[in-house]
T-cell receptor, first 115, second 111 residues
Framework: KAGVTQTPRYLIKTRGQQVTLSCSPI?????VSWYQQTPGQGLQFLFE???????NKGNFPGRFSGRQFSNSRSEMNVSTLELGDSALYLC??????????????FGEGSRLTVL | GEDVEQSLFLSVREGDSSVINCTYT??????LYWYKQEPGAGLQLLTY?????DMKQDQRLTVLLNKKDKHLSLRIADTQTGDSAIYFC???????????FGAGTRLAVHP
């Protein structure tokens, strides 16, 4: 079955703009979590959504937000972009419950460059 | 706070075994993961282990967990050039999908 799909794969924005990234989880998965990967800070948890509700949030400013739709697809938004927001944004998909709850699969990421 | 540490670099000869080590601080970790990342790609789930297990084997991969010392290792048997990548250790606590990642170990395989 299809894996985790993230769009767009690459994008370039300028400071002050906003950006929306999309993630389609594996079919049947209800949990979507987002991570930011940078050379300096490594991989950091942003937030997790399960059945359209945010159930965990990392230590990021309010400019970072997300949502999940009824079909489990998720979007994250970053407003008022700063140079330091340049990163690879990764989405992870999981059933969220049950016997396969341990499996957490990542997409290929969206690489954001802020100029 | 929660922390995961791993050595940054490992070099091995093709055909040898590789052992990548990781330590974590959160004693309530339920799952521990190993991911592989190749240049320009996302994270590939290699294997994971539940905290009540000591060992898990999956083809060339063997994971050992020492819960008392909070130490996790990944052994790759018969290492190939295609295994060259960055390997991330991650811990997960509680029922949510929040992973704490190590900085990654860059594995270089040479002939």
């Amino acid at each position: 079955k299809a894996g985790v799909t993230q769009t767009p794969r690459y994008l370039i924005k300028t400071r002050g703009q906003q950006v929306t990234l999309s993630c389609s989880p594996i079919s049947g998965h209800r949990s979507v979590s987002w991570y930011q990967q940078t050379p300096g800070q490594g991989l950091q948890f942003l937030f997790e959504y399960f059945s359209e509700t945010q159930r965990n949030k990392g230590n990021f400013p309010g400019r970072f937000s997300g949502r999940q739709f009824s079909n489990s697809r998720s979007e994250m938004n970053v407003s008022t972009l700063e140079l330091g927001d340049s990163a690879l944004y990764l989405c992870a998909s999981s059933t969220g419950t049950g016997g396969f709850a341990g499996e957490l699969f990542f997409g290929e990421g969206s690489r954001l460059t802020v100029l | 706070g929660e922390d995961v540490e791993q050595s940054l670099f490992l070099s091995v000869r093709e055909g040898d075994s590789s052992v990548i080590n990781c330590t974590y601080t959160d004693s309530s970790s339920t799952y521990l993961y190993w991911y592989k990342q190749e240049p320009g790609a996302g994270l590939q789930l290699l294997t994971y282990i539940f905290s009540n297990m000591d060992m898990k084997q999956d083809q060339r991969l063997t994971v050992l967990l020492n819960k008392k010392d909070k130490h996790l290792s990944l052994r790759i048997a018969d290492t190939q050039t295609g295994d060259s990548a960055i390997y991330f250790c991650a811990s997960r606590a509680g029922g949510y999908n929040k992973l704490i990642f190590g900085a990654g170990t860059r594995l270089a395989v040479h002939p």
